[in-house]
Every structure is written in C-alpha cells, then in structure tokens.
C-alpha cells in the first residue's frame, strides 16, 4: 500500500466550557485514536486517510495539547477518560475501539477500564502503563525549574537552532535519535507557557523521578472481555520495547506484535503495516459486548493465580490445582 497523507479540517466543539479540537475522516465502524504526550492529532497523519478508508476515525488533541485549549483543568487520566466520552457524546457516537499511544495508550486503557460498554476493541501503541521505566527526558519535567528553564530554551533563536539540530539528527535514522523528528514539534510547542504548565501537570500525575507510577497490570485481566493488540518498536528509546513482554502474563490474550528496528512512533515509521495490523485486528475480534453480570464477576474473582511451578529434573513443570 503506498503511504497517504490526509490533513482533514479541525473542527472544534466546546465542552464544559473549554474548546476541543478534532479531526474526523471517513465512514464504518468508529476509531478513536489518542495521541501522547506534547503531541496532537498530526501524529496520525500518515494513517489517518488509510484508515479513513474502512472506519470513521475521530482523532483529538487532547486537553492541553495542540489547538484544543490548556486551561488550569484535571489532567489525570480520568479526567481525560471522562473528556474522550464527553467528546463522543456530543458527536453523538456510543461506541468506539480506541488506539492510544504513549501516554494515549494510558487513557486509552483507562476508558476502557471506566467505559467498558462503550469500548468495542483496545489497541495500544508503545504505551505507558505496563512497567516503571521511561526515559530520563519525561521524568525531568516533573523537577523543579523546569518551567522556568524550558522559558529560555524556547527562546526564538534558541529554540530554532535545537528544533533544527533534533530533525538533522532525525533523517541520520540513526537508533538512538530516530525519534527526534517528533520530538522537535513537541519541543517547538513548549514555546506557550500554557502548554508548558499543561504537559507539566500530566506529567506528573503519571511520573516521577524514579519513574511510571500508574499502571494497568493489576486490572489487564479485565482484557478477558476485551480484545487488546499492543505494537511496539523494538528500539523504543523512550518506553522499553521489554514492557511488551509484560503483556503476556496480564492478558495472555492479547495479540502483541514487536516492529523490528521501529522506534517509539512505529505508526509513523511503518504506517503501512500499522494500518495493516490495525484492520486486521479489527476484522479478526468480534467487538466487545459489556455484560454487567460478566464485568461484575470478572472484579469479584480478580486475576487469575498463576499456578505454582514445581522443579524437576526435567525442568519446570506446572502443577495442578
């Protein structure tokens, strides 16, 4: 499939008394696709008009990021949960699978803990919550000064040197700054005290010095009800590609597929195989169906114990219950 680039009019609708801005683009069945952390819905792009081709997609920026508006506001991930099903609401749209990277798999994750009757399928893309670790970078927002030391980087003579060295380094494709492209606009945007204080506050409702604080392990076995896909780069530099492993203890269901030599935006590096896995997950998993009698048992039981591992000579066997 040759890459298509589609840059559909942001549309803006208010809620709550704050501006939310959107995109929408195409018919069939709904994608909700959820940016990370500084970015907007321009990180979709290169998936946004394959997509469109088979699905509705409504891509946001999300509260504080690109043109929706940065109020001082709740950034949690509930709050933002609740803000996606608002958004929905008023595009009179019920039910959603939404595809959330970075940060955005967080929410993602979250709405379909809150909102599972509104959650037909769950796709993450290189996303927090699945184990401590996140590059030194993220956790330096939550120190002190770096609102007042991120003011002088983004300077206008300063800031235009940096974002130009970050996309020089970028087209090298050399690993460790493959990424760097992206992280140019993200940069570029903290040039608005706003979306400083903003990106500031989300940042530290998830993360601190020594790390990811929030996380989905304990409540993945609620994926029973839910198909999940997770992507991810192999050479992610900003969430270990290992945290993937991760998934196949939480929700051994889950389809996990690593993109070899991608980096943390693998929807941008490989938009064609992307959109590939993507319509095949959709195609492939009947959408889920919430059951209030099912969703109830699945919290009374909680996770499953795994069974015991017994030593042998031959090796670990599992031992009945």
Avoid at 108 to 128: C, D, I, K, N
Avoid at 218 to 246: F, K
Wanted: aromatic letters at 6%; hydrophobic letters at 45%.
């Amino acid at each position: 499939m040759a890459e298509q680039t589609m840059r559909p009019t942001v549309e803006h609708v208010i809620i709550h008394g704050h501006r939310r801005a959107y995109v929408r683009a195409g018919q069939g069945p709904v994608l909700l696709l959820l940016h990370g952390l500084g970015c907007d819905h321009t990180t979709w792009a290169p998936v946004i008009g394959p997509l469109a081709e088979h699905f509705t997609v409504i891509a946001p920026d999300l509260l504080g990021h690109g043109d929706s508006d940065k109020p001082r506001a709740d950034y949690s991930l509930g709050g933002y949960a609740n803000g996606m099903r608002d958004l929905l609401t008023v595009l009179g749209i019920d039910k959603v699978t939404v595809v959330g990277h970075s940060f955005g798999g967080g929410v993602a994750m979250q709405f379909a803990y809150q909102f599972p009757e509104r959650t037909e399928r769950l796709m993450l893309v290189a996303p927090g919550g699945l184990g401590p670790e996140v590059t030194p970078v993220i956790r330096a927002i939550t120190m002190p000064g770096f609102h007042q030391a991120m003011a002088l980087l983004t300077m206008p003579g300063v800031r235009h040197v940096g974002a130009g060295g970050m996309r020089a380094l970028a087209r090298t494709r050399l690993p460790l700054v493959r990424d760097l492209d992206e992280v140019a606009t993200i940069y570029e945007s903290f040039a608005d005290p706003r979306a400083r204080a903003a990106i500031r506050h989300v940042v530290r409702a998830v993360v601190d010095w020594r790390g990811q604080v929030v996380t989905m392990v304990d409540r993945a076995y609620l994926t029973q009800a839910m198909p999940m896909c997770v992507v991810w780069g192999s050479a992610d530099q900003v969430i270990p590609a290992r945290h993937a492993e991760h998934v196949a203890t939480v929700a051994p269901d889950a389809w996990v597929e690593v993109l070899p030599g991608a980096g943390h935006f693998p929807h941008k590096e490989h938009p064609e195989r992307f959109v590939e896995l993507l319509r095949e997950f959709a195609h492939r998993t009947p959408a889920a169906t919430y059951h209030r009698g099912r969703w109830r048992a699945l919290l009374k039981n909680g996770a499953p114990v795994p069974a015991p591992v017994e030593a042998t000579a031959s090796g670990p066997t599992q031992v009945s219950a």
